[in-house]
C-alpha cells in the first residue's frame, strides 16, 4: 500500500466495517507503526481490497482485512490471507492473532479455511455496540 492507495482503501473500509478508520490512522500504519505492514490487492488498475497486520517479533496480528463488496465470494479475501502467512512465515513467525466479532459469520468462514482456533472470547471489545470477540489464533511455527 502506498499512501496514494488510502483514500481508496478507506472506501472499502467505510463499507466493510461500522468503525471505519479514517485518513490519518492509515498514514500513521504506513508511516508511522514500524511493525505495520500493509498490502493492497488490485484487479484492472483498481484496489478491490488491503490487508494491515503487524508483525512483533514473533508474532504476527491481523489488523485489518477487507475486500469490496463487488469482489466478495471470489476467494479474494484468500489472497491477501495468503500475503500475510507467507510473510509472518518468512519473518520467522510462531503465530497469526486476530480478533473477529462473534456476529461476522463470513470472517469465521474464511478464517476456519486457514485453520484458525478459537483461544478465547474478549468480552465487550467492540465500543460501537459493545459486542463479544473472538480471539482467534494459527500456529505457523517459525523457524
Known sequence: MQVEDIDDVIQ???????????KEQYLYELEGNEFAQLYVLEENHKIIGYVDFWITFEICQLAKIAVDPNYR???????????????????????????????????????????????????????????????????????
Open 12 to 22: 472499502i473500509d467505510a463499507v466493510s466495517f461500522p468503525v471505519p478508520w479514517n
Open 73 to 143: 465470494g471470489h476467494k479474494k479475501a484468500h489472497e491477501l490471507m495468503d500475503v500475510m502467512i507467507e510473510q509472518a512465515t518468512s519473518k520467522e513467525c510462531e503465530t497469526i492473532s486476530l480478533e473477529v466479532r462473534v456476529s461476522n459469520q463470513a470472517a469465521h468462514k474464511l478464517y476456519e479455511a486457514y485453520d484458525f482456533i478459537k483461544v478465547n472470547v474478549r468480552k465487550n471489545y467492540y465500543q460501537d455496540n459493545g459486542e463479544d470477540a473472538d480471539l482467534l489464533v494459527k500456529a505457523i511455527g517459525g523457524f
